[in-house]
Each structure stands twice: as structure tokens, then as C-alpha cells.
């Protein structure tokens, strides 16, 4: 049954897988950056399709947006001698791919036809709505302590990432 | 909900969270508002003061009822209380060495950073411990790791930490997205987040499909978790860290972040796969929980054995703890494996002896590297000569790391031999294991022994000891051989107030 | 009811999580593992959505749990990235088989 709704899964399913795959066989590093926010833009779609249209745009926000940058960011502040890959580890590497291969089959055999007899939903009505009852109610702690968590990551990055007073002082004589 | 159903709740069973989240807010500001000059160290002692005042509100909420607020979303049980305080004596002696922790290159700058950094590192601790839902625990556990990546790479100038710091966010991220997805399979086939009505749920579940999955989720949430207690197979990053963070740091991850990592690891165990009946080939259907012992002994006989034969040929010492401490996360699987009647005690009380005998290990450890700035295991040499106090505390820590019978560390290895051999069948394999690899240990822990109290020291002056320092090293001796002598002490304390964790997922 | 099964969007997390666990094994340069762990905790996130609508109780609890990870995926991906530019600053590189000073 071809109906819209597949179609356009198979195509956001095909864009992400696509982008995955170049992400891990390009070479330059903003090349492979690039390929992620395809991923991740593909992925914000695949959310309206579950009716998660606030997660969509969380998504595109905090993933194609922030994250992306963050990382963009993190390319250009070190540098990178982008083009060469590893040397050693030919062995490693196929190692590494059969047991994730692996994994993934022993997943896709438990899921493949999985069968949840479904139940009528309204997440699509006042999805945004919905999330934020739920959050403020039910999730309250988690939600504070995620402020908490929040504000240990920016102290941690300032920390980690500021440059020393006299570190610059030592700049300045040299 | 309003806000009468929201003041309805017993917030009050919260106050050592409270406290220990308002003297971290309280320190950061203090920081940032106090004169550059002001001795951060102040900082910590106002931090020190905190714990001690949570673990006061604590010990005043043991005989409280089980209590459970929003949804379990917190929750004050037996077993969140036995073990908070666990993580609450731990914070506090690991707050005390951080007080005294003077590095090679300094750390003025960053000192008060590293006070309350600890203390959400601890708050999330004490979250993990005390939450029935998946998404608490999951926030808790992730407040804990963030913190502690930043710890390890708080000596920023200092190469080896970075490293440290860089290897530990690495294998932690790639943890905690196997744990997700490990857990987001359990969501799925439950449809919530609520540890006791997914056990209820689970309980009724036929599906062999199904129940494949679940198995599938419980191998997944415990790889990720075993990065958190540093037990096989995601050891690795262990030595590597231990060595380059700052030693109060390492006290941290090896004690309270372990605790903290078997704290989950029980709740999300016990509540969520051993409820699930698997259609054996007798009868009578099984818990998945015990269908997997078998896996769970191969991972904790494996953990011991790498830990313990690695730990062989190690010069440095902290890597050699880092080596010792992947062992006893290998004992601890053996009681979680056997689940006997007893496995509660014997965690429990192997957890805190092991938090006397190798924190008290670590003050020494932390006095020694920097004073000499190496961490060779020849800079033991002589300690008896140059601190008698310490070399004698040092041996007492070592027996009981090592197991020998008067010692908390042998009780603790006592309870568990008992609980593996009670169950029928008796797990002879395990036990048999953990006997020989506990005899390799004797090899490297007599080895820094020997050093101590039989090598000649390179330079004879004698050492001087810092007040913070002696204090642990003496809390920690006393309580090993206390408890070494008068376990009951312990055991009868754990009986009678938290009633075995009856209310588990009541 | 839906033309796509349930299975197909668990199929695409897993594919994902796959290649992003592939990638944080097998690539020197820590960005990209840092960017892969990213992809697998996206992965993830599908898997919750997912079930949020089609599992066995559609509720919204999956989107918010999702919600929370993608938060705790951002301040891990900024302290990761903190953290390197500290590594940075002392070693000159991002590859991580040259993070040596640490072995035993």
C-alpha cells in the first residue's frame, strides 16, 4: 500500500541512512558535518510523521542548529590534518563491523515483525500543549535537576575552555 | 494539577537533596562574588559542613515512612536511605581530601569550580538512588557523569588529565547511548517510565517475541551501566582515568561513583527483568533476571580476572587501584549475580567497607604522589620509617583490601561467599574463582607491603601530615577495623531500619 | 491507522545506531566520535517517539523522555567539546591514538 505517509518515510529514512553512511566514509571533516545535518533534518521529518511535531522542531533547534555549530565551532578552534586516516587497525575495523553487524541483526530479529496491537492516540491534538502538562506536572524533578545539569555543563565549559589570565599574560610578553 | 495537589506532597522527605543542591547554588555564588585573594578553601569546608548537615537530615528521616512523591518520580525508601548514606559518608571524606589536594602546577583558579562540582556530582548520586522512574534515574545518572567529566579534567594545564578527561566523556557518551537505548526498548513494551507499574506490566507479558527483546534490553542497559561501576566490559577506560584525574577526583569515581553506578544498576534489575516470567523448560516459568545469571557470572568471574592479573604488572599506583578497584567491582557482581536472600547485606556492607578501606588507601596515596610527584610504586619505600601513622594505617587498609580475616574487607568477602554458596545450586565455579584470584591479589597488595615496611627509603625526612588527611586516614582505619571486628554493628543497623528493602516497589 | 509499521521506524533507529556506534569505535578523530555518539542517541530518540505513538500505551511520556535526551545530548556534546579545546591547547591534536601519555 502505497500511501503518502510511506513514501515520504521511505524518503527521510533513505536521506538519513544516506547521510549516516557518508558521515562515516568521507574524509574531510566539515564534509562530514555537513552530511549530519542532513541526517539530522531528515530525522526532524520522521518526528511530524509520529506526530511529534514539538520534538521536530526541538530537533532542527538544538540539533541542525546548536549542536552542529557547537561542532563546526570545534573544527575550526583545533586544527585538523583532515584528509588522513588511520594507518594501523585494518583487522580492528573489520572486527569492529561484524560484532556491530552482529548486533544489529540480533536487534533486527527480535523487531522485525514486531507487532503492538495499536491503540487510538491523540498526540497529534495540542502536541506542544500536552508535553509542557506533562513536564511541569508528572516530570517536575527530573525537569529542575536537568536545570541543574545545564548549569554544570556551562560552568564545566567555561571552566574547561577559558583561556588562563596569565596564560594570556605570558602571550602578551612572548 | 494545581498547586494545592503539589504542596500536598511530603517535600520534606527531600531535605537532603534540598540541602546538598542549596550549599552547591550557595558555593557557586560565593565564588563568583568572593575577592580574588580569599582562600577558596573556605569553600570547601562550607561544603563539608553541608554533607554533614544532609547526612543529620538524613539519619533523622530513617524512621520515616516510604514515601513516594510525584509519581516515584522520588521516592524515600529503605534502600534509597541505606544507600545515600553510603554516598553521603563517602562525598564527605572525599570533600576532605579535596581540601587538602595541593598539585604539582596549582589549581587556585579553579578551587571553588571544584567544591560544588562535587556536589552535583553527589546530588546526582543521591537522585539515582532514590527514584522510581526511568527518566529521574536517567537525568540523576547524567548530573553524575557530567560533573565527573569535568573533574577529571579540572587540572586544564596538565596533559594527562585532559586526557583523562577527553577518554572518560568518550566511553561515557557511548555508555549512556547503549543504556538509552536498552531503556527506550523497556519504555516501548510498557508504555511508561514508572519502575513499579512496568513490573506490574511486565509480569503478565507472554510474548516470547517480546521477551526476546527484553533480554536484548537487559544486555544493553547492563554494558552501559558496568561503564559506571567500571566492571568488564567497559573497564577499559578505568586505569586511564584514575591516573591522569586529580587524586580526590579518582577517591570520587572509585567509592561514590561506583556506588552510585550499583545503586541503578540494582534498582533498574531488580524492578524492571525480574519480573519477567520466561517459559523455561521445566515447568515452572522463570525470571529473565535468573535466566541470565549465567551471563552475569561470566562478566563478573572475567572481571575479576582481568582486574586482579592486570593489576600484576602495574608500577604505578594509581593505576594499580584503578586495577584493584575493577576486582572488587568483580566481588560485587558476584552477590548480584547469586541473588540470595542475602544480596542486599552483602552489597551493601561490602560498599561501605570498601569505601573505608579504599578511600583511606587514597588519602595516603594522595599525600605520597604529591609530595614526590611520582606515582611510582617505589615512592612507598620506607613509609615506616618516615610515618610510622601512615604506614601502619596504609598495612590495615591494604589487609582489608586484600581480604584478611579481622578487617572489614574480609566480612565484606565473607557475606558474599555465603550468599553464593547458599543458593542451590551453589555457585562453586564463581566462588572458586573468586578465592584464586583473591590469593593473585595478595601478590601486588603484599608487594606494596613489603615496600612500606621492608624497602629503605630514598630520602629519610620524615613526612608531614596535614590535618584533613589525618583525619581521614584515622576515620577509615578505625571504621575498617570496627567493622572488621564488630560487623554486626553494621548488619543489625541495616536490619533493623530498613527491613531488608521490603518497600522496594511498594 | 498507519501505512508504516511499527518495525520500520524501529528498523531506521537501529541502522542509525548501528553506524553511529560504528563510527564512536572506529574514528581517530574525536569530533566525529563525539558527532556519532550524537547520532546515537538521535537514534534513540526515535525509538521513544516511535513508541509514544504506536507502543503499547501511546502516551506522551516518550516525547518528554526524548526531550530530555536531546538536553543531556547537547550538554554532553558542549563539555566534550570543552574539554578537547583544553586537550587542544596542550597537545596540538584531536586524534585520539595519539592521546598516549596514559598507558600502563
Known amino acids: 500500500m502505497l500511501t503518502g505517509e510511506f513514501i515520504a518515510f521511505m524518503a527521510l529514512a533513505l536521506v538519513a541512512i544516506i547521510g549516516g553512511v557518508l558521515l562515516i566514509n568521507l574524509t574531510k571533516v566539515i564534509h562530514m558535518v555537513v552530511a549530519l545535518v542532513f541526517t539530522f533534518v531528515s530525522i526532524a521529518g520522521i518526528f511530524v510523521i509520529l506526530s511529534a511535531e514539538f520534538i521536530a522542531a526541538v530537533q532542527i533547534l538544538i540539533y541542525s542548529g546548536a549542536i552542529t555549530i557547537i561542532m563546526l565551532f570545534g573544527i575550526m578552534l583545533t586544527r585538523h590534518d583532515d584528509t588522513s586516516e588511520p594507518i594501523t587497525g585494518k583487522w580492528r575495523k573489520l572486527f569492529l563491523l561484524l560484532g556491530v553487524l552482529g548486533f544489529g541483526v540480533a536487534v533486527y530479529i527480535g523487531i522485525y515483525n514486531l507487532d503492538i496491537p495499536q491503540a487510538a492516540n491523540t498526540l497529534h491534538v495540542d502536541n506542544t500543549e500536552q508535553i509542557g502538562i506533562s513536564l511541569y506536572s508528572h516530570f517536575i524533578i527530573p525537569f529542575e535537576l536537568t536545570s541543574v545539569l545545564l548549569l554544570v555543563a556551562l560552568i564545566g565549559a567555561i571552566v574547561l575552555a577559558k583561556k588562563d589570565e596569565d596564560d594570556e599574560k605570558e602571550a602578551e610578553k612572548e | 494539577m494545581d498547586l494545592e495537589t503539589l504542596l500536598s506532597y511530603e517535600w520534606g522527605t527531600m531535605a537532603p537533596e534540598f540541602i546538598i543542591l542549596g550549599v552547591a547554588t550557595a558555593l557557586s555564588l560565593l565564588d563568583l562574588f568572593m575577592p580574588k585573594k580569599v582562600d577558596r578553601r573556605i569553600l570547601g569546608w562550607l561544603g563539608f559542613t553541608g554533607i554533614l548537615a544532609a547526612i543529620v537530615a538524613l539519619v533523622s528521616l530513617i524512621g520515616h515512612d516510604t514515601t513516594s512523591i510525584l509519581f516515584d518520580t522520588f521516592r524515600l525508601d529503605g534502600f534509597a536511605k541505606a544507600f545515600k548514606l553510603i554516598l553521603l559518608a563517602g562525598a564527605a571524606l572525599v570533600l576532605l581530601l579535596a581540601i587538602d589536594y595541593e598539585p604539582k602546577e596549582g589549581m587556585k583558579e579553579y578551587r571553588g569550580e571544584f567544591f560544588y562540582l562535587f556536589l552535583t556530582a553527589l546530588l546526582g548520586a543521591m537522585m539515582m538512588s532514590s527514584s522510581g522512574d526511568l527518566i529521574t534515574l536517567f537525568i540523576g545518572l547524567e548530573l553524575l557523569s557530567l560533573s565527573s567529566y569535568i573533574l577529571a579534567g579540572m587540572r586544564k594545564k596538565n596533559l594527562q588529565s585532559n586526557e583523562s578527561a577527553m577518554k572518560y566523556v568518550i566511553n561515557g557518551g557511548i555508555s549512556t547511548a547503549i543504556t538509552l537505548f536498552g531503556m527506550s ?38 554494558i552501559g551501566l558496568s561503564f559506571k561501576i567500571a566492571s568488564a566490559p567497559f573497564h577499559m577506560w578505568a586505569p586511564d582515568v584514575y591516573e591522569g584525574a586529580p587524586t580526590p577526583v579518582t577517591a570520587f569515581l572509585s567509592v561514590v561513583s561506583k556506588t552510585a553506578g550499583f545503586v541503578i544498576l540494582l534498582r533498574l534489575l531488580l524492578a524492571i527483568f525480574a519480573s519477567v516470567p520466561v517459559q523455561g523448560d521445566g515447568a515452572e516459568p522463570l525470571p529473565l533476571l535468573l535466566r541470565m545469571q549465567d551471563y552475569l557470572a561470566f562478566l563478573a568471574g572475567a572481571t575479576m580476572i582481568i582486574g586482579n592479573v592486570i593489576a600484576l604488572r602495574q ?9 584493584s578497584s575493577i576486582a572488587h567491582a568483580g566481588y560485587i557482581l558476584v552477590a548480584l549475580t547469586t541473588m540470595s536472600y542475602f544480596m542486599f547485606d552483602a552489597i551493601w556492607f561490602y560498599l561501605l567497607a570498601y569505601l573505608f578501606m579504599n578511600l583511606g588507601a587514597f588519602a595516603i596515596l594522595q599525600l605520597i604522589t604529591s ?102 586516614v584515622v576515620i577509615c582505619a578505625a571504621a575498617t577495623v570496627l567493622f572488621g571486628i564488630m560487623p554486626n554493628l553494621a548488619l543489625d543497623f541495616f536490619h533493623q531500619n530498613f527491613n531488608g528493602f521490603s518497600d522496594f516497589l511498594q | 491507522m498507519s501505512s508504516v509499521p511499527i518495525s520500520a521506524f524501529l528498523a531506521l533507529a537501529l541502522i542509525l ?67 578537547l579545546i583544553a586537550l587542544y591547547r596542550n597537545r596540538k591534536t584531536v586524534n585520539i591514538d595519539e592521546m598516549d601519555q596514559l598507558q600502563g
Open chain 2, 185 to 222: 526498548y523497556v519504555y516501548g513494551l510498557t508504555g511508561t517510565t514508572n519502575l513499579k507499574e512496568m513490573s506490574l506490566i511486565l509480569g503478565n507479558i507472554a510474548d516470547p517475541q517480546h521477551v526476546y527483546i527484553l533480554g536484548l534490553a537487559f544486555f544493553l542497559i547492563f
Open chain 3, 17 to 83: 545506531f548501528c553506524i553511529g556506534l560504528y563510527g564512536a569505535l572506529t574514528k581517530r578523530n574525536t569530533v566525529i566520535v563525539l558527532i556519532s555518539i550524537e547520532l546515537m542517541l538521535n537514534a534513540v530518540n526515535i525509538n521513544l517517539v516511535t513508541f509514544s505513538k504506536y507502543g503499547v500505551a501511546p502516551a506522551i511520556t516518550g516525547q518528554v523522555f526524548a526531550l530530555f535526551v536531546i538536553t543531556v545530548a547537547a550538554a554532553e556534546a558542549a563539555v566534550g567539546l570543552a574539554i
Open chain 2, 371 to 472: 609530595k614526590t610527584g611520582s606515582e611510582d610504586i617505589g615512592q612507598f619505600a620506607g613509609l615506616y620509617q618516615r610515618a610510622p601513622v601512615l604506614a601502619v594505617g596504609m598495612g590495615i587498609f591494604i589487609l582489608s583490601l586484600a581480604g584478611i580475616p579481622g578487617t572489614a574487607g574480609f566480612i565484606g568477602k565473607l557475606n558474599i561467599f555465603m550468599g553464593a554458596l547458599i543458593r542451590e545450586p551453589a555457585h562453586f565455579v564463581l566462588v572458586g574463582i573468586m578465592i584464586v584470584m583473591t590469593v593473585v591479589s595478595y601478590v601486588y597488595y603484599f608487594g606494596l607491603f613489603t615496600q612500606m615496611f621492608f624497602r629503605p627509603a630514598a630520602d629519610d625526612s620524615k613526612l608531614k601530615l596535614s590535618p584533613g588527611i589525618t583525619t581521614v
Open chain 2, 315 to 323: 608500577r604505578n599506583v594509581k593505576r594499580l587501584f584503578a586495577y
